[in-house]
């Protein structure tokens, strides 16, 4: 059986006993890149940023804030509120983490579909040049294969034989002068490897504060990502072949770097504002 409808209430009268920790409203980020702006992107957001999806977080409640502009209230079971005041700024956090993840997911998307239409540009340049001047092209190739060692017979010699087949010469053309080979990933996939990346990587800090509160969190907070930091350096050992504890170090010295940073900035711009 299903409740009748109405708006969420709990079942029992609550009684707030702790002091808030509302979110700091902050700016609305860095401005667009002038190179991003060249290339357009923002006439592509509407239909790869997820424009348009609602997505529900039922949490602490989610504060209004610049960067959640569409942020629609759905009821708070705890208060009296519409769920747009959130006591504990947990909601908030992974709303905020969602957002995040997703534009980065779509700029990491659109940074790979970019890459994939200048490169396929330039191939179809290379293309037509080959039609166009198939010996200077020969001579070209020929160039590269001597500036590699081979000498001025046997680099003319192996040109003309790579010139004979065009498909052949347009690989080595593209590969030896623009220096391009085959796409690791598409661009698809390079979204959500990075959205879900950026997803798991903001959601470690954050975590604690779901469990725990005050100093508590904090100390967790900080321990679990200074040792994420060093996992993944040392992870890097596999494919660096440095050492695991020396490419562990090199990480976690990057990471408490940035948080000392982010910590003392993140102080000021709260004792400005408030």
Not at 193 to 198: F, H, K, Q, R, Y
Not at 207 to 219: D, E, H, K, Q, Y
């Amino acid at each position: 059986m299903l409740p009748e409808d109405g708006p969420p209430v709990p079942p029992h009268p609550t009684e707030q006993r702790t002091l808030c920790v509302p979110a700091v409203a902050g700016g609305d980020g860095a401005d667009i890149p002038r190179s991003q702006q060249d290339l357009g992107f923002d006439s592509v957001w509407p239909i790869t940023r997820g424009a348009g999806q609602r997505i529900a977080v039922i949490d602490t409640g989610v504060s209004r804030h610049p960067r959640l502009p569409a942020l629609e209230g759905g009821g708070d079971y705890v208060g009296t509120s519409d769920g747009t005041d959130d006591c504990d700024s947990h909601g908030t956090v992974v709303a905020g983490l969602i957002a995040d993840a997703l534009s980065m997911g779509s700029s990491g998307y659109l940074a790979a579909k970019s890459e994939q239409e200048v490169y396929a540009n330039e191939i179809a340049m290379e293309r037509d040049e080959i039609a166009l001047m198939p010996e200077v092209e020969r001579d070209e190739l020929a160039l590269i294969y001597e500036a590699k060692g081979m000498s001025g017979e046997s680099a003319r010699a192996l040109a003309t034989e790579v010139m004979a087949d065009p498909e052949r010469m347009l690989e080595e053309q593209t590969r030896e002068e623009l220096g391009i080979g085959e796409p690791h990933m598409s661009p698809l996939r390079e979204g959500w490897v990075t959205g879900l990346a950026t997803a798991i990587g903001a959601l470690i800090p954050v975590f604690p504060f779901l469990i725990w509160t005050g100093m508590t969190a904090v100390i967790v907070s900080f321990a679990v990502s200074m040792a994420s930091h060093w996992i993944v350096g040392a992870a890097r050992s596999v494919f660096t072949g440095r050492s695991v504890f020396r490419s562990g170090l090199d990480m976690f010295v990057v990471g408490l770097g940035v948080a000392v940073v982010g910590y003392i900035v993140g102080e000021r711009v709260a004792t400005w504002i408030g």
